[in-house]
């Protein structure tokens, strides 16, 4: 196996009472080179005070953002802020299996992958016969709703619901997916597909891209992260906006990317657009670094200022 290192990003926003069981589930991952990075999204609620018990650990980096800019530019964020070899991202309310990214990590160092040659590999731009590197790895994984009722997420085929959603049917939630949040990603594949859309779809169309761009996406089989709905979270909070005509924007969005590469074969990359990435405070300033993938040069010059900025935030905060 490799020394692939892994950041583990967490986007929060006043998820104080959950975040500190989250961070502690990232930092047991028994993969021993993992860093875990939380982004505030620009909270308002006692998140820090929380988790300000960790801000000593070498493989802990707290980062809150000067303004609220949503969960994808959140993401986005710790994108842009981390440089691991690979990313996997845990939302406030997921508690991952202590295994999780080790068995990621074992998926993406796999060697000599074949691209059988009777499968169709021209379609989506490989060579029969060819070498494959995986580049993404997701996880089967278990939900458990507000009324308690705990829902295995097994459906590999629902990875395809935007493209053929008459192989969807049964589930016992509407829309049942494999969990692409929790995926771990080659930094490689971030390079080739950039981050995320501003979107509240932002899982469902970034999942769609790297499908039609070829990237070789393997699916572990195990339940390895537990996933916790509660009043407060994305899809059953009014005050997130989820289900609403925004909502139905974002998703016209995603179909129509779908259509495009009916017509074209590819969809394009999406270079990562946050020209106001502002940093309040961050607890380990060292550990952040630039990654190389696709942004605006409005974004890169951002990015610039805040590694510097990040370290004088620290010593204000400090004094």
């Not at 991952?29 to 801000?55: E, M, N, P, Y």
């Not at 981390?82 to 990590?105: E, M, W, Y």
């Not at 590999?156 to 192989?167: E, G, T, Y």
């Not at 961050?282 to 670094?289: G, R, T």
Request: aromatic content about 6%.
């Amino acid at each position: 196996m490799t020394d692939l290192s892994v950041d583990i990003i967490i986007p929060t926003h006043n998820r104080a009472h959950l975040i500190d069981t989250a961070v502690r589930a990232a930092l047991d991952q028994s993969w021993w080179k993992c860093h875990v990075t939380v982004i505030d999204d620009g909270g308002t609620d006692d998140t820090q005070a929380r988790l300000a018990r960790h801000f000593d650990d070498p493989r802990f980096t707290y980062v809150r953002l000067a303004q609220n800019v949503g969960t994808a530019q959140a993401k986005n964020a710790g994108l842009l802020l981390t440089n691991g070899d690979a990313v996997t991202f845990h939302d406030s309310d997921d508690i991952p299996h202590r295994d999780k990214v080790l068995h990621q990590v074992r998926i993406l160092s796999q060697p000599s992958i074949g691209a059988h040659e009777c499968l169709n590999w021209r379609m989506v731009g490989h060579e029969p016969g060819s070498v494959l590197q995986v580049g993404a790895a997701l996880v089967q994984h278990e939900l458990v709703l507000p009324d308690g009722r705990r829902v295995p997420i097994r459906r590999d085929l629902s990875l395809f619901d935007d493209v053929f959603p008459n192989m969807q049917m049964g589930g016992q939630v509407p829309g049942e997916w494999t969990h692409i949040n929790s995926g771990l990603f080659r930094q490689e594949l971030l390079a080739r597909n950039g981050g995320f859309a501003p979107c509240i779809e932002e899982d469902r169309e970034f999942r769609n891209r790297l499908m039609f761009n070829g990237e070789i996406i393997w699916i572990v089989q195990e339940l390895l992260l537990t996933k916790i709905e509660t009043s407060d979270s994305l899809t059953q909070s009014q005050d997130t906006d989820y289900d609403s005509s925004r909502r139905k924007t974002d998703r016209a969005m995603v179909w129509d990317k779908v259509r495009q590469w009916r017509t074209e074969g590819r969809v394009d990359p999406v270079p990562v657009d946050l020209p106001d990435l502002d940093l309040a405070f961050v607890s380990n300033p060292a550990h952040l670094a630039a990654r190389d993938m696709p942004m605006t040069d409005a974004t890169r010059d951002a990015v610039g200022r805040a590694l510097s900025k990040g370290g004088a935030a620290r010593a204000v905060a400090a004094e």
